[in-house]
């Protein structure tokens, strides 16, 4: 913030579009994430604490539409939604911080230890993005196959995120030293279950890798089968093949593999035995 | 230079801050010192706020963001004559040793009562999680959050 000169709270998603087309702009949010960057380039913030179409949740049976300048105490008290989703809102920092992080400030840091995309990776969510040219819908796995700075860059801002409910079973956890620190896993898992067998599965992991996502050997090796131990185990070490683990200086790369195997396990199984 | 308006315990200012000024360091310029700077990241919790009522960090918040809007801190809250239950709950309870911590803390615990008029220990954990106190075990904080909660019923104290 140290060459900012301009402060701007535009009153329309249109206008905000249209001054994040400079390449010196910051967008601010919660601001945990921008408050104190000391980035010479900024030279405007864009604050959009003034949009309140932003700020809404919406609920039906079939879909899930969280703006993107939804906090995470809204989701953590929102009623109607996933176990999993509010869990991961739950996870994030403490209260205070919770009172201002928002959906869309979760999605658009791409930081490691990001709790909330690890979860909407695991329901397929979709991010809606504005820019000058429309507004666009891209899968979130899609949204995060390159870094959220690089996705976003020309002038695009996130305006919502939508969950279709289409898995029986969604999962997420959060292993960390304390309940306020960063994540050192994170894992959220999605099954839709059909006559006892797993149709579709969506397996995604965080803060073990430096951004969230999904693990589709784990994937594949649900499909098709029964949810229990068996299938349970055999995806975890399938997820545990698939991963490099990010080097992190609070953990040995043996601890990151027997956490993320353990973890893989709980998750799927505390998902199998809840109903979305 | 960008010009704000703050409501700040119910005084307006109007002033011209920094860009990279936090509202942290504009109370404590201004003279409400009961808000510390104690990590000045986000860690540590002493720099506690309601912002248009909302329990934030205020060295999380950029000056020019809190524009417009009003900041309570633990001076609006009651004195030695008047103390708010919750700062006589604190007082009874043994909760205050250094007592760094503690404006910052009285609002997180203003806040929650708010949102549970009658909390559970779960509740008061969670919503004092962003408090770190390096003197105490926390035991005592949790119990004078209670017995305030139980006063501010009968009083329907706000």
Redesign the interface.
């Known amino acids: 913030?140290?060459n900012?000169?301009?402060?701007i709270r535009p009153e329309t998603i249109g206008a905000a579009v249209s001054l994040l087309k400079a390449p010196d702009c910051i967008v601010?949010a919660g601001?945990?994430g921008v408050?104190?960057s000391r980035d010479p380039n900024v030279r405007t913030?864009i604050?959009l604490?003034d949009l309140q179409e932003l700020k809404s949740i919406d609920i039906t049976d079939e879909r899930i539409r969280l703006g993107a300048m939804v906090t995470m105490t809204q989701l953590r008290r929102a009623s109607g939604l996933p176990a999993a989703l509010v869990t991961a809102a739950r996870a994030i920092?403490?209260?205070?911080?919770r009172?201002?992080i928002t959906v869309g400030g979760e999605l658009a840091r791409g930081v490691y230890w990001n709790d909330l995309p690890v979860a909407l990776l695991a329901m397929d969510a979709v991010v809606e993005i504005a820019s000058e040219a429309g507004v666009e819908k891209l899968p979130i796995a899609a949204f995060l196959a390159e870094h959220p700075k690089k996705t976003l860059a020309g002038g695009k801002l996130i305006t919502a995120v939508e969950i279709e409910r289409r898995f029986t079973h969604v999962g997420y956890l959060k292993f960390a030293r304390t309940?306020?620190d960063y994540a050192i896993c994170n894992l959220a898992c999605g099954l839709r279950v059909e006559d006892g067998v797993i149709r579709e599965a969506r397996v995604a992991v965080g803060a073990i890798v430096p951004l969230a996502r999904r693990i589709p050997e784990a994937e594949q090796s649900l499909v098709g089968t029964a949810p229990g131990e068996e299938a349970f185990v055999r995806a975890a070490k399938a997820l545990v093949e698939a991963i490099e683990p990010r080097p992190d200086f609070r953990v040995s790369r043996e601890y990151q593999r027997q956490l993320m195997e353990s973890l893989t396990r709980r998750v799927l199984e505390a998902a199998s035995q809840s109903e979305q | 230079m960008?010009p704000i308006e703050l409501d700040i315990n119910g005084q307006t200012i109007e002033m011209e801050v920094a860009?990279?000024l936090?509202l942290l360091d504009l109370l404590r310029a201004v003279g409400v010192v009961s808000v510390k700077k104690g990590c000045g990241?986000?860690d540590c919790?002493a720099c506690?706020v309601l912002l248009d009522g909302?329990?934030?960090?205020s060295?999380?918040?950029?000056a020019?963001?809190a524009s417009g809007r009003s900041v309570e801190t633990v001076e609006s809250l009651g004195n030695v004559e008047h103390p708010h239950p919750l700062q006589t709950a604190f007082v009874d309870a043994g909760a205050v040793q250094c007592g760094f911590c503690i404006p910052s803390m009285l609002l997180?615990a203003k806040?929650?009562i708010e949102d549970h008029p009658e909390p559970t220990v779960e509740q008061i954990r969670?919503?004092?999680?962003?408090n770190l106190c390096r003197c105490t075990g926390y035991v005592k904080q949790i119990e004078a959050v209670q017995t305030a909660a139980a006063v501010m019923k009968e009083e329907d104290h706000d």
Do not use: H, R
């Open positions: 913030m140290i900012v000169e301009k402060f601010l601001g945990t408050t104190l913030v604050d604490s920092g403490s209260t205070p911080l009172n201002v309940e306020v | 960008i860009p990279d936090t990241e986000g919790g506690g909302v329990y934030v960090k060295c999380l918040i950029l020019a963001q997180a806040s929650l969670e919503g004092l999680d962003g």
